[in-house]
C-alpha cells in the first residue's frame, strides 16, 4: 500500500477537526472534533509504523498511549463542561468571555453613549461581526437568569 | 525479507514501487473506507443536529479501525472500538443530554466566524497535502508477513519494552478520573452558601424550554 494515502486521510481528517474546532460553539462540539484530530494523528502514527516495520513497535505503543490519553482527556473535559453548564446555563463557548480584553466598542457600547456611535464602532472594528458579537453587551451585563432566557429564545 | 532491505526497498524511487494507476486490492479496501470516514467526519462538524454530530462520529470512528484492521495493526482497532465506539462516544451522549442539548435543528451549532475557519482548515490541508504527498509519493508499506499489530506482539513490545510509560499512564489516568468526580461533584465545600435559590432560579426557563424546542 502506498504510504500517500493513509498520510493524505490523516491529513484530510485531521483539517475537518480543525474545522470543526474553529467553527462549533457548542464546546461538546468542539470535543468532538478534537477527537476527530487525535484519530488523524493516530492514523500517522499507525501507518508510520508499519511502514518503518519499527521492532520497538513505539508507532503503536504510542497509539495506545494516545488513545489512553484521548479518554482522560474527555472526561476532563466533560467535567469541565457540566460545571459551565451548571453555573452558567450554557455550553456556548462564545459566551464565555469573561477572561477577554474588554474592547473600545464594548465599553462604549456598556456606557452612557449614543446608538449611533455604537453602530459605527461596531462596523469598523469587527469585519466580521456576527449574531454573537451583537448580543455581547447583553450577555456580558446580563444576570444568569437573563442568559439563560435568552438561551431558550435561540433554541426555540 | 529482512526489515532492512524492506526499509531500503520502500525509500527507493519510483521505478520500484508500484504506480497509483494499478492499486491493490487492500488500497481499493482503503480509500472506499477512507471515503466513509472522511464525509462522516465531515457531517460530523457541519450537521446541525448535536446527536446526530455524536453518531456520525461512531461511523468515523468505526471507519477508522477498519483502516487499522488494513494497516494490519489489529490490537489498536480492537482498542479504537473498545474504547472510541464505545466509552468515548457515549460519554459525549451523556454529555449532551446532561447539557440539555436540543434534539432538534439547532441554529446556534455554529459559531459566527465559520468562514474564517472554512479558510484556515482549507489553507491548513493544502500546505499540508502538499508537503505530505511531495514526501511519500513513491514510499511503499509492505503489507506481507506476519501481522505487525497482532495481540501478541503489541503485549510484547508493551510489556517488555513500554512498561514504565504504560505504568505512569494508567496513574495519568487515575488522576483524571478524579479530578473529573471532583469537577463534576455538584455540592462541593465551596458553592454551599445560598446556592439553591439560584438553582431553582436557573431551573426556571428550562422547565418552560422543552415545550418550545421542536
Request: proline letters at 5%.
Amino acid at each position: 500500500m502506498h504510504l500517500a494515502y493513509p498520510a493524505v486521510l490523516a491529513v484530510l481528517l485531521f483539517c475537518t477537526g480543525l474545522y470543526g474546532v474553529l467553527a462549533r460553539r457548542n464546546a461538546i462540539l468542539v470535543l468532538m472534533s478534537v477527537e476527530l484530530m487525535l484519530n488523524a494523528v493516530n492514523l500517522n502514527l499507525v501507518a508510520f509504523d508499519v511502514w518503518l516495520r519499527d521492532t520497538l513497535h513505539a508507532g503503536q505503543a504510542l497509539t495506545l498511549f494516545t488513545i489512553a490519553i484521548a479518554a482522560a482527556e474527555i472526561g476532563i473535559g466533560l467535567a469541565i463542561v457540566l460545571m459551565v453548564h451548571r453555573n452558567r446555563d450554557t455550553s456556548d463557548v462564545d459566551r464565555l468571555r469573561d477572561t477577554a480584553e474588554p474592547r473600545p466598542r464594548l465599553s462604549a457600547a456598556l456606557g452612557p453613549t449614543d446608538p449611533g456611535a455604537d453602530a459605527s464602532g461596531s462596523g469598523a472594528d469587527d469585519p466580521e461581526a456576527d449574531d454573537s458579537d451583537a448580543d455581547d453587551p447583553d450577555s456580558d451585563s446580563s444576570d444568569p437568569g437573563r442568559a439563560a432566557g435568552e438561551k431558550a429564545e435561540a433554541t426555540a | 525479507m529482512t526489515p532492512l532491505a524492506t526499509a531500503t526497498a520502500a525509500t527507493a524511487p519510483a521505478a520500484t514501487a508500484p504506480g497509483f494507476l494499478s492499486p491493490t486490492g487492500v488500497e481499493i479496501a482503503f480509500l472506499l473506507v477512507g471515503a466513509v470516514t472522511l464525509g462522516a467526519a465531515v457531517i460530523t462538524v457541519t450537521t446541525r443536529q448535536l446527536v446526530h454530530a455524536a453518531l456520525w462520529l461512531v461511523v468515523a470512528l468505526g471507519g477508522l479501525a477498519v483502516e487499522y484492521l488494513l494497516l494490519t495493526a489489529e490490537f489498536i482497532a480492537w482498542v479504537q472500538v473498545l474504547i472510541y465506539v464505545g466509552s468515548v462516544v457515549v460519554l459525549l451522549l451523556f454529555g449532551l443530554m446532561l447539557t440539555r442539548a436540543p434534539i432538534g435543528r439547532s441554529p446556534d451549532a455554529d459559531s459566527g466566524n465559520r468562514p474564517v475557519a472554512l479558510a484556515v482548515a482549507a489553507a491548513a490541508a493544502a500546505a499540508l497535502l502538499w508537503v505530505v504527498v511531495d514526501a511519500f509519493r513513491t514510499t511503499w508499506i509492505d503489507l506481507g508477513g506476519p501481522a505487525q499489530g497482532s495481540t501478541r506482539v503489541s503485549g510484547e513490545i508493551l510489556f517488555r519494552h513500554w512498561v514504565l510509560p504504560f505504568e505512569a499512564l494508567s496513574v495519568l489516568l487515575l488522576a483524571a478520573l478524579v479530578g473529573a468526580i471532583v469537577l463534576s461533584r455538584r455540592n462541593g465545600d465551596g458553592d454551599g452558601d445560598g446556592d439553591d435559590a439560584k438553582d431553582l432560579k436557573r431551573q426556571g426557563p428550562h422547565r418552560t424550554a422543552p415545550g418550545k424546542d421542536r
